[in-house]
């Protein structure tokens, strides 16, 4: 019989895990406080890269989920990432060629471009930086459309607008959720809720500690020039979506942004977009912008794993990047195909304790 799998919360990676265990046979139900990609994936910039790291075994899990995006296009191709690759300038001089030498160590693809190169690659930059970085593996998605896109393949049972309560436990196994139509049994629950996961913990009496990091991104209105990298400067990314639109986060590093809070988001938007109107020469104008929280266990790393008989998490940054391998080895361990190690050092006993 298949196993019956409830996975609660339809971001990225509810959608990625609902779409592998589908196809791995298990009869999935998704449950969805709102809409799919409603919290952080659908105010994400989308960036897909493992240039950004925390310690080896980070970078090891992001170069190896930037694999499994590219299996998981093949199997649906109207979900592919746009491997544009990025140009990246946050730092130069020494930080720049420490970078460089970093990421070619850890194997990953790496060149070191001149300005006037640069400037060719990118014609509409009126500032081309001195020096540059290409990372030419790296890509970008539009993260709520390929949610949306990832459940529709899935087939799994989605109940949108349906909030879990809380979970059901029998003798220190969960065996189920309790919603406001009732309770739904399965053989195993997997807690995909990005920043509300502790409130689903705590009844059980688990302590999970996430840091709070909202960040602001904008989008413009369209231009019909052509950005054709992702780009990375010392102030912000930036990426062009295939409507024309200009996105950036409203803030240097937004990956490891140590932001607690957004007292004035307009302030930030009105220095963001002076910026882009210089370095581009244009007139941008402002399309909208919103703020996200992204899910941010407490030690910043990934939190993927069992962590009661019966019940997975899967809470994560960088969620956009990571979607595709973290739901291709959790598949893989809670349908009996053996421990991923590319998970090892993400357990959740690492960060939950007892209440
Ligand atoms: C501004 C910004 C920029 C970012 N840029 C990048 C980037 O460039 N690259 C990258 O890799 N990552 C980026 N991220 C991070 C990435 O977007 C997140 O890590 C990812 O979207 C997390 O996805 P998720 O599915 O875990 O969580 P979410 O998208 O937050 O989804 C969780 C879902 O669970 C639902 N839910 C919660 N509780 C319940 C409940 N009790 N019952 C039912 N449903 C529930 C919520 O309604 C929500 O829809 C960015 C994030 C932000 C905010």
């Not at 930059?125 to 949306?148: I, K, S």
């Not at 209105?221 to 010392?234: A, E, F, M, N, S």
């Not at 930036?238 to 200009?246: L, N, S, T, V, Y």
């Amino acid at each position: 019989m298949a196993q019956k799998i409830i996975i609660v919360g339809a971001g990225i990676i509810g959608a990625s895990l609902a779409f592998h265990l589908s196809r791995a046979g298990a009869e999935v139900t998704v449950f969805e406080a709102t809409q799919p990609a409603s919290a952080a994936t659908g105010r994400s910039f989308g960036w897909i890269n493992a240039s950004f790291y925390a310690n080896p075994a980070h970078h090891r899990l992001r170069a190896a989920s930037m694999q499994a995006w590219h299996r998981q296009s093949a199997l649906l191709p109207e979900a592919a990432p746009n491997w544009q690759g990025c140009l990246w300038w946050e730092e130069e001089g020494a930080g720049l060629s420490r970078k460089a030498a970093d990421l070619a160590a850890l194997g990953y693809p790496v060149d070191a471009l001149t300005g006037a190169e640069v400037a060719a690659l990118e014609p509409s930059l009126a500032q081309p930086p001195a020096q540059a970085l290409r990372f030419p593996t790296e890509g970008a998605v539009e993260p709520a459309a390929l949610t949306r896109a990832l459940l529709s393949a899935s087939g799994a049972k989605v109940h949108a607008g349906l909030f879990v309560k809380s979970l059901i436990e029998k003798s220190g196994q969960i065996t189920g959720v309790r919603t406001a139509i009732g309770p739904f049994a399965a053989d195993h629950v997997i807690l995909a809720t990005g920043t509300a996961t502790p409130a689903l913990l705590t009844p059980l009496g688990l302590d999970l500690p996430m840091l709070t990091r909202p960040g602001v991104l904008l989008h413009t209105k369209p231009v019909p020039w052509r950005l054709h990298h992702i780009i990375v400067t010392p102030h912000q990314e930036i990426r062009q979506d295939a409507a024309g639109h200009i996105l950036a986060p409203a803030a240097a590093n937004h990956q490891a942004d140590t932001t607690e809070t957004v007292p004035d988001p307009h302030a930030l938007i009105d220095a963001t977009l002076s910026r882009l109107r210089a370095l581009f020469n244009a007139e941008l104008a402002l399309d909208r912008y919103v703020i996200g929280y992204r899910p941010v266990p407490g030690d910043g790393l990934p939190v993927v794993g069992l962590a009661r008989a019966g019940l997975s998490l899967a809470v994560t940054h960088s969620g956009v990047t990571l979607a595709a391998g973290i739901a291709e080895a959790l598949t893989a361990e809670i349908t009996g195909q053996g421990d991923s190690p590319l998970l090892a050092d993400f357990r959740p006993a690492r960060l939950l304790s007892a209440r």
